[in-house]
Structure formats: structure tokens, C-alpha cells
């Protein structure tokens, strides 16, 4: 099999092979347009005429990094008759619109390149594709859907247009995310997601907009896609991708793969020194707000066209630590898990040993900023309602040096 591999509208490469032993090829036409060994697909696979024999394995776990997780990628590989773990034939059949700029098709296929295409949506069907993740799981049409996201929280992901919703067909960009409320214990998350999405945005964290919508009585929570930009595609590869970390290697603690000190040497190494200090703020925020799953998944690289890197945005941040959990964080801070143990001294140690400058200063306004946020925004009904109490007491707590869960100094 040989796939496309296009990005902002050159095609830089193929992938080759079969399921086991494909590889990502970069064409003469990747490098001449975007430059030798540029890192405007990955920081950690450049385009290159030459590419090191012995990356390969690293360079397949990047595109598998493209696929969902959990019960979606199974309803996924249902719809299409897939089979599990062909990565290649995965991305055959939707990879047209993946995370970032990426579109990858098959190169033999006789009805390629596809017409990308929208169809218009009812509010009642827009209900019935967020109800429906086995016939339609991310709102694919079961012939001309092409979308995949990461991932592993119900949603779909749909286009908004002047008059309403549209489903994509063909490779459509879609432009917004969708999480419908689920039941139970559950029923508060995409309130809490709202709540913890609009403080970012008070601590300039995101910009991307969030709002909780009904659609025929059923409550969703809406997401702007960050990688889209006036509906075109901007290119981004998470953590994993960067990191060479596969499935659950996204946290820590299952194999040792990644940690926040990898995290920041990337960033050190590839972006701007201001990108340094938001990721140092974005480890500060989730603690306060006691987002547990702050994973490499949920870190990313933005890629510009012209080869800049900057940090995405901070997003699917989730107050979790009132929740039924085992309370530990995905990635140690300073070598502790356990969300309530961690202090004031751990956060410090941690971003110090980044070689980040003022780690005092970033962190302090940090926290005062998030304390200050949470008293002047309230969380909308529907969340848990002692939400903005709890982060107001773990912000406290870590101001005056105590630890997150509030035991003393």
C-alpha cells in the first residue's frame, strides 16, 4: 500500500509498506518547498532525503498516534471492516481529516483525490450522531466519512457554517468537537470541561471558544478546533507524536517514556524561550485546578507553515480531583504523583530544574491569577457545585505553601 502524506497543500512524503513494517518516505517536493531537514511535519522527523534507518519504528508509532483510543477506534475499524493494529489501512480510510494539517489517502485508489463535501444538520440529527457512536462513531457517514481524532471521550466532530451544522464528507475540514453529557456519575464532566476551558482562557492560556449547546434537548459541550484557523488546517503533533510514546505510555508511570522535564526540553530546544514559560503555566494551572490528566496527549506542538513552532493551547482541561479517581497525575511533578501531596516546593523544584527563568515569579502570578479567575467566574449549572470552592481552596492551599489536598507545610 502507498499513501499520500499532504500537508499545507505539498504532498511531502509517502508512507510505504505493510501493516508491520511501513515507513514514512519524504519526496523531493516536501523538502525543496518547506527546506532540508525541516521540522514542519515533526521536530522529531524531519524532511530529509536521507532518513536514519534506524527512526523507523519511531517514525510508524508517530502516524499510529494519528488513531483514537479505546471504544472509538473499535467502532471505528467496525464501520469500515478494519482490522485492528493496520495503521495503514486506518489511515486509508480517514485519514482525509486527522489532528493538524495532515491529509493522507490512498495513492492507488481510483477515487481519490475525493470531493470534500458537506451535508446540512438538524439539531435532531445532530443528536442523533452524538447518540450514535457505533453507527456512525465521530459522525462518520459509513461511505464518504473521512475524519479520525484522538482520544477516547464520546464526541463527534462536525463543521459549523453560517446557517447551522454540517456533517463532513470527503475530507471536509471539520471545525468543532462535540461531547454530549453522558449519564450517571458522569453527568457534570463537560460542565466542569467548560468551566476548566474558560479559566484557561482568563489565564490567556487558550482562545479557542467552548460553550455548552442543546441540541433537540440533549446537552453538549462545543469545542473550537485550535488546528483549524478561518476554517483551513494548522498543523500540530502531541506529545506522544514529539516523544515516541505509544498508547498508555502517555502517562508516566507506564514505561517512564515521558515526563515534564522531556516535555520542556523539547520546547527549550525547538520553540520561541516564551513558549518555556506557557508550558511552566500550563503545569501550574492543571495543579490548581486539579487536572489529573494532563498527559502528552493533551500537550501538543503548533507548526506553522513557515516552520515556526509554538506551544497549542491548553486544552481538555478537566477539574478531576473531586471525582471517583486514584488521584494521581499523569506526569510528576517533581517526582510526585499524588495530586493532593504535591506543594508550592514541588511545583518550584520542578520548573527550576527546566532552566526556566523566574520560576518563583511565573509560578506565584500563576496561581494568584487562577485564584483571582475562579472569584470573578462562576461555573454554569450542571457542573459539580462546589466546583470553583474546591479550586479556590487547592489555589489557596498552594499559595501559602501547604500541599494541594491541604494538609499542613
Not at 462535540?178 to 489565564?203: H, N
Request: aromatic share 6%; glycine share 8%.
Amino acid at each position: 500500500m502507498r499513501l499520500a502524506v499532504e500537508l499545507y497543500e505539498t504532498v511531502i512524503g509517502t508512507l510505504e509498506g505493510d501493516a508491520r513494517t511501513f515507513d514514512f518516505i519524504p519526496s523531493p517536493m516536501g523538502y525543496d518547498t518547506f527546506g532540508p531537514n525541516s521540522p514542519v511535519l515533526s521536530v522529531s522527523i524531519p524532511l530529509t532525503p536521507a532518513p536514519r534507518a534506524d527512526r523507523a519504528g519511531r517514525r510508524r508509532n508517530w502516524f499510529a498516534e494519528l488513531l483514537p483510543e479505546g471504544d472509538q477506534y473499535d467502532y471505528l475499524l467496525a464501520q469500515a471492516g478494519l482490522r485492528r493494529d493496520d495503521t495503514l489501512a486506518f489511515l486509508a480510510r480517514y485519514g482525509r481529516d486527522v489532528a493538524g494539517a495532515l491529509q493522507i489517502w490512498d495513492l492507488d485508489d481510483p477515487t481519490e483525490p475525493k470531493t470534500p463535501a458537506l451535508r446540512d444538520l438538524t439539531d435532531r440529527e445532530v443528536r442523533a450522531l452524538l447518540e450514535d457512536p457505533i453507527g456512525s462513531p465521530l459522525a462518520n457517514d459509513p461511505r464518504s466519512g473521512k475524519s479520525s481524532l484522538g482520544g477516547v471521550q464520546p464526541k463527534v466532530v462536525l463543521v459549523r457554517t453560517s446557517t447551522g451544522w454540517a456533517q463532513a464528507l470527503g475530507g471536509y475540514p471539520s471545525t468543532h468537537i462535540l461531547k454530549p453529557q453522558l449519564p450517571g456519575d458522569s453527568s457534570t464532566v463537560i460542565f466542569d470541561e467548560e468551566y476548566g476551558s474558560r479559566l484557561a482562557r482568563r489565564l490567556g492560556l487558550a482562545a479557542f471558544s467552548t460553550s455548552i449547546e442543546t441540541f433537540d434537548e440533549l446537552p453538549a459541550l462545543v469545542i473550537e478546533r485550535y488546528d483549524r484557523m478561518d476554517g483551513a488546517r494548522l498543523h500540530q503533533e502531541d506529545f506522544s507524536q514529539v516523544l515516541g510514546a505509544s498508547r498508555n505510555q502517555k502517562y508516566q508511570e507506564y514505561g517512564g517514556v515521558v515526563s515534564l522535564q522531556r516535555l520542556a526540553e523539547v520546547v527549550r530546544t525547538y520553540a520561541p524561550s516564551s513558549e518555556l514559560e506557557r508550558l511552566a503555566r500550563m503545569v501550574v494551572f492543571a495543579v490548581g485546578i486539579g487536572n489529573l490528566d494532563l498527559h502528552t496527549k493533551n500537550l501538543a506542538l503548533l507548526h506553522s507553515r513557515d516552520g515556526d513552532v509554538v506551544l497549542a493551547p491548553a486544552y481538555d482541561v478537566v477539574p478531576q480531583s473531586h471525582r471517583p479517581n486514584d488521584g494521581r497525575m499523569a506526569l510528576a511533578v517533581n517526582g510526585t504523583y499524588r495530586h493532593r501531596d504535591i506543594t508550592r516546593d514541588d511545583l518550584y523544584a520542578e520548573l527550576g530544574s527546566w532552566g526556566l527563568r523566574r520560576p518563583r515569579d511565573v509560578l506565584m502570578s500563576t496561581l494568584e491569577s487562577l485564584r483571582d479567575a475562579v472569584r470573578e467566574e462562576e461555573p454554569l449549572p450542571g457542573a459539580v457545585p462546589t466546583l470553583d470552592v474546591n479550586i479556590t481552596a487547592m489555589t489557596e492551599n498552594l499559595l501559602r505553601g501547604s500541599p494541594a489536598g491541604g494538609r499542613s507545610a
